[in-house]
């Protein structure tokens, strides 16, 4: 062969090599598009969902204080319910107390009597 048929035979063979690689690497980028369109896809439905809970966010906070205003008058009132009851409950304490202490009293001049009548 002669010099001019080797060069040839090379650059063929380079011209091959680089062709097959051309092929390769069309494949390669092709996937990477499609892999880039649902990348794209999954992004614009994690976009629209977090939209969607912000959304939410937004009128649970509204719907919460709207509603701790309203509840605010019911603890109000609670804690003076709270507060007459305590002094109540004082009251019936002391009450209690002092109805234990006259029956104990009635008791014992009861027991006085019956002793004075065995007596007599």
Known sequence: MTEVAVIDAILVLLLVATSAYCVLLTRRLKALKEGQASLQA?????????????????????????????????????????????????????????????VDEVRAIGLRRLREQEQT
Not at 64 to 88: I, N, W, Y
Not at 95 to 102: C, D, K, P, Y
């Open 42 to 102: 999954a992004l614009a439905t994690f976009d629209e969902a977090s939209r969607r809970a912000e959304s939410n966010l937004e009128r649970m906070e509204k719907a919460g204080l709207g509603m701790g205003r309203a509840l605010d008058p019911l603890v109000a009132r609670g804690d003076a319910l709270v507060a007459e009851l305590s002094v109540m409950l004082s009251s019936g304490d002391s009450i209690a107390g002092r109805l234990e202490n006259a």
